[in-house]
């Protein structure tokens, strides 16, 4: 801290100090606000100045002055006796309609507690013969008693003697209009409300200043410009308030002044001349914000040349760290890295990081020029930048080509996707039609042809690649390139084993068809293609399970990454401030049971599909184990519309960004909060598209065809709940009553009524009613779907409920009349007829069979049941069984 700012401050300090003290005697208590209703009685009042100077108090007239209490007239006294005075208080008592004894008893209490000095008591004896007579003895016999001087006076002429009448009131014979509730809420009002705002004024400056003069100047350039701000803010709401009180105090000043303004002779009576003076304080406030301007000015300067400070050091990490030593993790960020340089590099050439860089080093010196407080520490870096700027130019060229060095490998592993592609040419050759002289040359040529073309894009010996790439290879760079050449390698060997076999077939003689038994070679050769084919089904079958392994590790990195980046983010005190409303407390809602889907696949099934890492073929067991747990995946599907809906409405609040920042992702959370869902689904890809297809014969394959049926009624499960939960208007109780949901689709359905020996159909019998069909358990559901609005997973359809019937009270007609995709459901003894028709005959079939299902098993359960309660019963359907019955009319077709 400079002397400078020490003699500013205390300067100010002192002006704040004084102007408080000042204020503090004008506002010490009682103020008239306090005691208003004591003064108002009126029993004393102020009226003017004598000769000499003295305040004069006036105590007129009031019959009821005995009745005044030591407190009421303590008070007022106080009050008035508290304008400034060197020579004493006049008293004026205007007793005359009083007797002389209210006359000795006001002397008495006066010169008992008088609170001021006094120079001169004036009374205005009692008037009538009798008690003037008594006041005239009386006087002079108890004048020793009252130990002030007393004049009697017998008129107001007399008076008039003592005091200039223009100090005077009217009643007086004075020249003063005087009001006395006008001369209350002047001074309530006006000079005690602006004496109170100038001393709070003051002290808020004050204690204002003394904060700008403990600040710490911080070391962040944020919290620098935050300070900056707030400060900044802080002090024009100061001068605000300064304004306000200066504005307050000058229309009062006019207000006070404005006699004079109308008669230039006028004189002002001491009262107008003690508020003219306690307004005439503006300019000490005046002085006071000048000094404050003197501080905040130096104070300002010093917050700015320390965001400065802080611009400058951050610029000089800048441009001190400026390096690009990263090789990227694959061939497009590599290229973006290349991109940057390259654009670095433009920049260079045309001056601005080098201008920069100069620039800075000159503001630097620029700062040391004006006396910066931080001098030491600004001049070893403007050294220090000149000479960065000197061999940053030199520098470029050879980080280009470190840059272009790891490109150009990358670009090498980025070809070597050529082994995949062999590994599936090597799997989708026949090996029936490889058993044929032909079959196998085609196969070899083909073999080598692609060989042959993907020659360029093999990556030659370690040796060689750690040799030539020595300069870039960071450890994982050098772990990327083995895993790549030893898939190569593995690649090759498989190539290598499947030409010899084919070599050898294709080395066989063609021999003319003749009835003798095969010979021993051929079987050898046929269990020779075998026993290939099986080894290359097993290594695409590795190859997968390699696949299946890695992606679910990484899934389990996204996972947790997710949780500790965004979720535990949302109870982290620091960036509560970032949180928006509608997000508050709403973590559950927008991650749902991910933590639960994470601790699944972290603690069981990463380890346990870690086990057959040598054994793929029968990875399916694996599934069958967990398949009740993969279940979870059903509660987070059922939440992602929720999930969704919340995530549009807060996706662009400060929150979301400065979590993305940090972990440096390139896209937002919705990609991340998407990767359970695209994760339970890639199971059933890889166990259908791959797993199963390349394990036909071996001993797991049945339980991968098992796995891929649990998992495929798992995504089912979910979809078709995700259905169910779209229902709404249903209010026939609770829907989970209905039993579990067996199928849903939309069919186009037609409605006939049995009335006595007619049959009505609706009146839009030639148009359809599209109806969405749920069929429970224990009830068939007719809804309307609506109109799928919104985007992502809140484009999902709705439905209407209209209509349910009862399983245990339907009956049904596989095939109607003139189309084989339509089917009927009649309840009642078909006096309420549904006409359905599916889309496809297929999908008619199936529900056909599906609802057959439902009421056979209800059939044989009322079976049961009967012959539970009576054995002597003779078997057959009971009252409730009516509508499975066939109708007359419809005997020629078949129906249950």
């Given at each position: 801290?400079?002397l400078e700012?020490?003699?500013?401050?205390?300067?100010?300090s002192?002006?704040c100090?004084?102007?408080?003290?000042?204020?503090?005697?004008?506002?010490?208590?009682?103020r008239?606000?306090d005691?208003t209703?004591?003064?108002?009685k009126?029993?004393?009042f102020?009226?003017?100045?004598?000769?000499?100077?003295?305040?004069?108090?006036?105590f007129?007239?009031?019959?009821a002055?005995?009745e005044?209490?030591?407190?009421e007239?303590?008070?007022?006294?106080?009050?008035l006796?508290?304008v400034?005075?060197?020579?004493?208080f006049?008293?004026?008592?205007?007793?005359?309609q009083d007797r002389?004894?209210?006359?000795k008893?006001t002397l008495?209490r006066i010169?008992?507690?008088?609170?001021g000095?006094?120079?001169?008591v004036?009374?205005?004896?009692?008037t009538?013969?009798l008690?003037?007579?008594?006041?005239?003895i009386?006087?002079?016999?108890?004048k020793?008693?009252?130990?002030?001087?007393?004049?009697?006076?017998?008129?107001?002429?007399e008076?008039h003697?003592?005091?200039?009448r223009?100090?005077?009131?009217?009643?007086?014979?004075?020249m003063?209009?005087?009001?006395?509730?006008?001369w209350?809420?002047?001074r309530t009002?006006a000079i005690e409300?602006f004496?109170?705002?100038?001393?709070?004024?003051?002290?808020?400056?004050?204690s204002?200043g003394?904060?700008l003069a403990?600040?710490e100047?911080?070391?962040e350039?944020q919290?620098?410009?935050?300070?900056?701000s707030?400060h900044?803010?802080?002090?024009?709401k100061?001068?605000e308030d300064?304004l306000v009180?200066?504005d307050?105090?000058?229309?009062?000043?006019e207000?006070?002044?404005e006699?004079?303004?109308?008669?230039?002779?006028?004189?002002?009576?001491?009262?107008e001349?003690?508020?003219?003076?306690?307004?005439?304080l503006?300019?000490?406030?005046d002085e006071?914000?000048?000094?404050f301007?003197?501080?905040?000015v130096?104070?300002?300067?010093?917050?700015?040349?320390c965001?400065q400070?802080r611009?400058?050091?951050?610029n000089?990490?800048?441009?001190?760290?400026?390096?690009f030593?990263?090789?990227g993790?694959?061939?497009?960020?590599?290229?973006?890295?290349?991109c940057?340089?390259?654009?670095?590099?433009?920049?260079?050439?045309?001056q601005?990081?080098?201008?920069?860089?100069?620039?800075?080093?000159?503001?630097?010196?620029?700062?040391?020029?004006k006396?910066?407080?931080?001098?030491?520490?600004?001049?070893?870096?403007?050294?220090?930048?000149?000479?960065?700027?000197?061999?940053l130019?030199?520098?470029?060229s050879t980080?280009?080509?470190?840059?272009?060095?790891?490109?150009?490998?990358?670009?090498?592993?980025?070809?070597?996707?050529w082994?995949?592609?062999?590994?599936?040419?090597?799997?989708?050759q026949?090996?029936?039609?490889?058993q044929?002289?032909e079959?196998a040359?085609?196969?070899?040529?083909e073999?080598?042809?692609?060989?042959d073309?993907?020659?360029?894009?093999?990556?030659t010996?370690?040796?060689?690649?750690?040799?030539?790439?020595?300069?870039?290879l960071?450890q994982?760079?050098?772990?990327q390139?083995?895993k790549v050449?030893q898939?190569?390698?593995?690649?090759?060997?498989?190539?290598?084993k499947r030409?010899?076999?084919?070599?050898?077939?294709?080395?066989?003689?063609?021999?003319p068809v003749?009835?003798?038994?095969?010979r021993p070679?051929?079987?050898g050769?046929?269990?020779h293609?075998?026993?290939?084919?099986?080894e290359?089904n097993?290594a695409?079958?590795?190859?997968?399970?390699?696949?299946?392994?890695?992606?679910?590790?990484?899934?389990?990195?996204?996972l947790?990454?997710?949780?500790q980046?965004?979720?535990?983010?949302?109870?982290?005190?620091?960036?509560?401030?970032?949180?928006?409303?509608?997000?508050?407390?709403?973590k559950?809602v927008?991650?749902?049971?991910?933590?639960?889907?994470?601790h699944?696949?972290?603690?069981?099934?990463?380890?346990?599909?870690?086990l057959?890492?040598?054994?793929?073929?029968?990875?399916?067991?694996?599934?069958?184990?967990?398949?009740?747990d993969?279940?979870?995946?059903?509660?987070?599907?059922h939440?992602?519309?929720?999930?969704?809906s919340l995530?549009?409405?807060?996706?662009?609040?400060a929150?979301?960004?400065?979590?993305?920042?940090?972990l440096?992702?390139?896209?937002?959370?919705?990609?991340?909060?998407l990767?359970?869902?695209q994760?339970?689904?890639?199971?059933?890809?890889?166990?259908?598209q791959?797993m199963?297809?390349?394990?036909?014969?071996?001993?797991?394959a049945?339980?991968?065809?098992e796995a891929l049926?649990?998992?495929?009624g798992?995504?089912?499960?979910?979809?078709?709940?995700m259905?169910l939960?779209?229902?709404?208007?249903f209010?026939?109780?609770?829907?989970?009553?209905?039993?579990?949901?067996?199928?849903?689709?939309?069919f186009?359905?037609?409605t006939e009524?049995?009335?006595?020996?007619?049959?009505?159909?609706?009146l839009?019998?030639?148009?359809?009613?599209?109806?969405?069909?749920?069929?429970?358990?224990?009830?068939l559901?007719?809804?309307?779907?609506?109109?799928?609005?919104g985007e992502?997973?809140?484009?999902?359809?709705?439905?209407s409920?209209?209509?349910s019937?009862?399983m245990?009270?339907?009956g049904?007609t596989?095939?109607?009349?003139?189309?084989?995709?339509?089917f009927?459901i009649?309840?009642?003894?078909?006096?309420?007829?549904?006409?359905?028709?599916?889309?496809?005959?297929?999908?008619?079939?199936?529900?056909?069979?599906?609802?057959?299902?439902?009421?056979?098993?209800?059939l044989e359960?009322?079976r049961?049941n009967k012959?539970?309660?009576?054995l002597d019963?003779?078997?057959?359907y009971?009252?409730?069984e009516?509508?499975?019955?066939?109708?007359?009319?419809?005997?020629?077709?078949k129906k249950?």
């Amino acid at each position: 801290i400079s002397l400078e700012e020490v003699e500013r401050f205390y300067k100010f300090s002192c002006r704040c100090h004084w102007l408080c003290e000042i204020m503090q005697l004008d506002t010490n208590p009682p103020r008239a606000a306090d005691i208003t209703a004591d003064l108002r009685k009126q029993f004393a009042f102020l009226s003017g100045r004598g000769d000499n100077g003295s305040p004069i108090i006036v105590f007129p007239e009031f019959p009821a002055f005995g009745e005044i209490t030591d407190r009421e007239f303590h008070n007022v006294l106080t009050y008035l006796t508290s304008v400034p005075t060197d020579v004493g208080f006049i008293l004026v008592i205007d007793r005359r309609q009083d007797r002389w004894a209210a006359v000795k008893g006001t002397l008495l209490r006066i010169a008992g507690s008088f609170p001021g000095n006094l120079q001169l008591v004036l009374v205005l004896r009692p008037t009538t013969l009798l008690q003037r007579t008594l006041s005239d003895i009386l006087f002079k016999f108890n004048k020793d008693e009252f130990k002030m001087k007393v004049i009697m006076l017998s008129s107001v002429s007399e008076l008039h003697s003592y005091i200039d009448r223009t100090q005077l009131t009217r009643e007086l014979g004075g020249m003063q209009d005087y009001c006395h509730e006008k001369w209350i809420s002047h001074r309530t009002q006006a000079i005690e409300g602006f004496a109170l705002m100038v001393k709070r004024t003051a002290q808020t400056l004050q204690s204002f200043g003394t904060e700008l003069a403990e600040t710490e100047l911080p070391n962040e350039i944020q919290t620098t410009t935050v300070l900056l701000s707030t400060h900044t803010s802080k002090r024009d709401k100061m001068k605000e308030d300064i304004l306000v009180a200066l504005d307050q105090g000058s229309r009062l000043l006019e207000s006070i002044n404005e006699p004079v303004m109308r008669d230039p002779d006028h004189n002002m009576n001491q009262d107008e001349l003690e508020n003219l003076a306690t307004v005439q304080l503006l300019s000490q406030l005046d002085e006071t914000e000048r000094a404050f301007d003197e501080f905040w000015v130096r104070h300002q300067t010093k917050l700015e040349q320390c965001l400065q400070l802080r611009h400058f050091e951050h610029n000089y990490r800048e441009e001190k760290l400026v390096t690009f030593s990263e090789v990227g993790i694959s061939p497009a960020h590599a290229d973006h890295i290349f991109c940057e340089l390259t654009s670095f590099e433009e920049r260079v050439c045309l001056q601005e990081v080098l201008d920069r860089a100069s620039a800075l080093s000159r503001e630097g010196d620029e700062l040391i020029q004006k006396s910066h407080y931080a001098e030491d520490s600004i001049q070893p870096k403007c050294s220090e930048l000149r000479a960065i700027s000197e061999s940053l130019s030199c520098s470029l060229s050879t980080k280009k080509d470190y840059l272009l060095r790891a490109m150009e490998l990358h670009r090498r592993l980025e070809r070597s996707k050529w082994v995949d592609d062999g590994i599936y040419l090597l799997a989708s050759q026949p090996v029936d039609k490889c058993q044929s002289h032909e079959g196998a040359e085609l196969a070899l040529q083909e073999l080598e042809r692609y060989l042959d073309n993907a020659g360029q894009n093999q990556m030659t010996e370690l040796d060689a690649i750690w040799k030539e790439y020595e300069e870039v290879l960071s450890q994982q760079f050098r772990e990327q390139v083995e895993k790549v050449y030893q898939k190569q390698t593995s690649m090759q060997e498989m190539f290598d084993k499947r030409k010899i076999s084919l070599k050898k077939l294709a080395a066989k003689q063609t021999r003319p068809v003749q009835p003798v038994a095969p010979r021993p070679e051929a079987d050898g050769g046929s269990r020779h293609a075998s026993q290939s084919e099986e080894e290359e089904n097993l290594a695409v079958l590795r190859h997968v399970m390699n696949e299946l392994l890695e992606t679910e590790r990484a899934y389990v990195e996204e996972l947790l990454c997710v949780l500790q980046g965004y979720a535990s983010e949302m109870d982290n005190p620091a960036m509560s401030h970032l949180i928006p409303a509608p997000l508050q407390n709403k973590k559950e809602v927008l991650f749902g049971n991910m933590p639960e889907i994470y601790h699944f696949h972290k603690r069981t099934f990463l380890r346990e599909l870690e086990l057959y890492t040598d054994c793929p073929e029968l990875v399916g067991r694996c599934f069958l184990e967990r398949m009740t747990d993969l279940q979870i995946y059903e509660k987070y599907c059922h939440n992602k519309p929720r999930s969704e809906s919340l995530w549009r409405q807060c996706s662009d609040c400060a929150f979301f960004q400065e979590c993305q920042k940090k972990l440096e992702h390139k896209l937002g959370l919705d990609s991340y909060l998407l990767k359970p869902v695209q994760r339970i689904t890639k199971y059933q890809l890889l166990l259908k598209q791959e797993m199963l297809k390349y394990s036909k014969g071996c001993d797991g394959a049945d339980d991968l065809q098992e796995a891929l049926t649990s998992i495929l009624g798992i995504l089912k499960a979910v979809n078709d709940s995700m259905h169910l939960i779209a229902i709404t208007g249903f209010e026939q109780g609770n829907m989970s009553e209905l039993g579990k949901l067996l199928m849903q689709g939309s069919f186009s359905v037609w409605t006939e009524h049995k009335k006595g020996h007619a049959k009505v159909k609706d009146l839009a019998r030639f148009k359809p009613m599209q109806r969405h069909l749920f069929l429970h358990e224990k009830a068939l559901l007719f809804c309307k779907r609506r109109e799928e609005n919104g985007e992502g997973y809140e484009k999902a359809p709705s439905y209407s409920f209209k209509q349910s019937l009862s399983m245990n009270a339907v009956g049904f007609t596989e095939n109607a009349k003139g189309d084989n995709k339509k089917f009927e459901i009649w309840s009642s003894s078909r006096e309420e007829v549904y006409i359905v028709q599916a889309p496809t005959a297929e999908v008619k079939t199936t529900w056909v069979n599906e609802i057959r299902k439902v009421l056979t098993t209800q059939l044989e359960a009322c079976r049961w049941n009967k012959t539970s309660l009576s054995l002597d019963e003779h078997d057959g359907y009971s009252s409730a069984e009516e509508p499975l019955n066939s109708d007359p009319e419809e005997e020629n077709h078949k129906k249950l």
